[in-house]
């Protein structure tokens, strides 16, 4: 009977997303997984528990009668399994004097060196160990509890975690060389055509949603860029031009604009993300809140 089947914890946190979010898209982004992959996972939680628990309709997502239910129950569910795996580390680690910070390759190296600061400060000293990946693996291993606090760009949401904008900087567009100082405003940079890197890091992210949200085309070269130095070696060949947070620069000499939008700066936000009932939830929060006093 399909009752009887064990339940895929995944399935069960692609729902809890989408009842937040009440948006398959935005769950999907959340989770760094594609939609289809969502929409499939509850698919297979739905024929499992044997009713569906939501209805898509042109005004949105909304819960059926079923879900209604079922989803305060995979709330408490999800609840007790992320507690489980926090008192076994707060067991198994009690002199555990280390935090687990996951970074972005987008983020600059002042904000990896501040953190280093704010740590040394908290009232019990702890050592920082830093791990660079994707923002799919980041998420996870945060959901997992293999990190404890992951600094990304602030393009997309993760349900039911601890938020804190704790930097942001300048995007600026790199170009091969014109002579010109003056910022670019983004409706005239609809006129270059972008090079773009894997969307794992969050630019690729950030400069779509960016463009997208002005109602603007981004033009874009059909290659794809492996990082940032290989885009400012691809604008210097005339491939085309590139966005990126000032700190990522190789150097101030490099060919680059400002980027404005109606005259003010174009930012990009960092935040640090971490859970509330992690162990180290006080000193991630006075991590957080310290980043964010430095910027």
Known sequence: MAMVDRLNPEGLRYAQAVAETKSFSAAARAYGVT?????????KLEER???????????GVTQTAFGARILPLIDRALAALDA??????RLTEPGERKIRMGLSPLIGSHLAARSFSVVRDLPVPRDLVLREANMRDLREGLIAGELDVILIPAVAAMPRFEHRVVDVEPIVVVSPETGEDTPLELSDAVREQFILVPDTCGLTTFTTQLFRSRELPLRTYQGEAAGYQVLEDWTRLGLGSALVPRSKLSSPDVPHRVLVDEGREVQISFEAVWSADSPLAADLTRLADGLAAAR
Request: glycine residues 12%; proline residues 8%.
């Open 35 to 43: 939609q289809p992959a969502l929409s499939n996972g509850i698919a």
């Open 49 to 59: 528990l044997g009713g569906k628990l939501f209805e898509r309709s042109p005004r």
């Open 84 to 89: 489980v795996t926090a008192e076994a580390r």
